[in-house]
């Protein structure tokens, strides 16, 4: 049975670093997912409410870079491995249903189909090493038995009371996001070996690019809608949808012009590269994805309401969501060129001094503001690297 297996591993050529469509099937789930997401933070987006969507964007997360790590070093054309996507797809949607009702009545669905979505998948990969490489077979062994302790609180928490609830899925999130820092370290087996897993790093940083793709497209399709449903307000609301759309483009180009494709290099060309993945994909990423949606709340909240005077908690939204986007993206660019780039870092404090006009500002006049900053930085990053390579040339 081992010696059937060696063809569902990944094959080291060219057309290996290629998505696959199964991978791109996959990902069609997370874009209902995200949009449940979004629609579930302007029906009601208070900090309370703001605090418990970091929860749901760190699971959402979670869940598919850990199923992109596994069809990294899975063959994802291999049928056994189709039927996996297959099944987590099934999974996602469950997930995705009972998100908005999650601090609710659908909080053990919502548990019950993360846990199994985590623990099947790791399951999976169990199987697929064993008797084929050791040390991958190990630990994936770690893995599982760190996710069946977080799945057991992903389950109790869906079990307790809202306001337990809370709690639970925290300490269940912080031994996930922790596991992979300590390299699984498990009682009995001690830790994984330092690059067990070989990763194909241009393969990760593309699936990580096509993620971005598929948040920037959840703005988009929020936005439109939205746009949509107040195209009779006046000509106001097409000045904020031509905002809303410039700010998804500055977004594009800042994350797309140069960085993504350095970090793939990066990745590609590192002789680390299991520990260059985890910094650069996943836990860096984590800020991009968190502040593009956090951004499509805050366009959404502009069209809705483009006159109602400023207040912090949209304010969360519409100058939150592009710190954590430029610091994600300013994390990429440093540790993928070891340079930091300062447009992103003078961008972020603009944005975080535009909080002291709140109170003094419309929603539409932050969006602008937001537009303003993210322009700046393009601006500054392209001369500034148009510069640098006519220098090095």
């Not at 939205?226 to 307000?233: C, F, G, I, P, Y």
């Not at 400023?310 to 994390?331: D, Q, V």
């Not at 992103?344 to 929603?363: D, E, K």
Request: glycine share 8%.
């Amino acid at each position: 049975m081992a010696e059937g297996k060696h063809h569902w591993l990944r094959k080291e050529d060219h057309e290996s670093t290629k998505a696959s469509f199964p991978e791109l099937f996959f990902d069609l789930v997370f874009v209902f997912a995200l949009i449940q997401l979004s629609q579930t933070l302007v029906s009601d987006f208070s900090f309370g409410i703001a605090f418990d969507a970091l929860i749901f964007i760190f699971a959402l997360w979670w869940v598919w870079i850990h199923t992109t790590w596994v069809t990294n070093l899975l063959d994802a054309e291999v049928v056994a491995v189709r039927l996996l996507l297959f099944g987590l797809m099934f999974l996602g949607i469950v997930l995705a249903i009972a998100l908005p009702k999650a601090f609710d009545e659908a909080g053990l669905v919502f548990a019950l189909a993360y846990a199994a979505m985590q623990l099947s998948r790791s399951l999976f990969a169990l199987y697929a090493f064993r008797g084929i490489d050791a040390a991958s077979f190990m630990t994936f062994v770690r893995i599982t038995l760190w996710l069946v302790v977080s799945g057991g609180l992903w389950i109790a928490g869906g079990l307790a009371d809202p306001e337990s609830r809370t709690l639970f899925w925290i300490v269940a999130l912080a031994i996930e996001y922790a596991a992979p820092l300590v390299r699984y370290w498990t009682p009995g087996i001690g830790a994984s070996q330092d690059e067990t897993l070989r990763v194909n790093g241009e393969h990760l940083a593309e699936r990580c690019a096509l993620f971005v793709i598929i948040a920037l497209g959840e703005t988009i399709i929020t936005t439109g809608k939205t746009a949509s449903d107040h195209a009779d307000e006046g000509g106001i609301i097409f000045f904020v949808l031509v905002a809303a759309f410039l700010t998804t483009v500055l977004m594009w180009w800042i994350y797309f012009h140069d960085g993504q494709e350095r970090a793939a290099d990066t990745a590609e060309d590192t002789n680390e590269p299991q520990s260059t993945a985890d910094h650069l994909f996943t836990y860096g990423h984590l800020p991009i994805v968190a502040g593009i949606i956090l951004t499509a709340v805050g366009e959404d909240f502009t069209l809705t309401h483009p006159h109602e005077d400023g207040a912090y908690n949209n304010a969360l939204a519409i100058l939150g969501g592009p710190i954590l986007f430029l610091a994600g993206t300013a994390w990429m660019k440093t540790v993928s060129s070891r340079m930091v780039p300062w447009s992103h870092c003078v961008g972020m404090a603009a944005a975080l001094g535009g909080f002291f006009i709140v109170p003094h500002a419309q929603n539409f006049q932050l969006q602008i503001l937001t537009v303003a900053i993210l322009l700046a930085v393009a601006l500054w990053e392209y001369i500034a690297l148009k510069r640098f390579r006519r220098a090095a040339a």
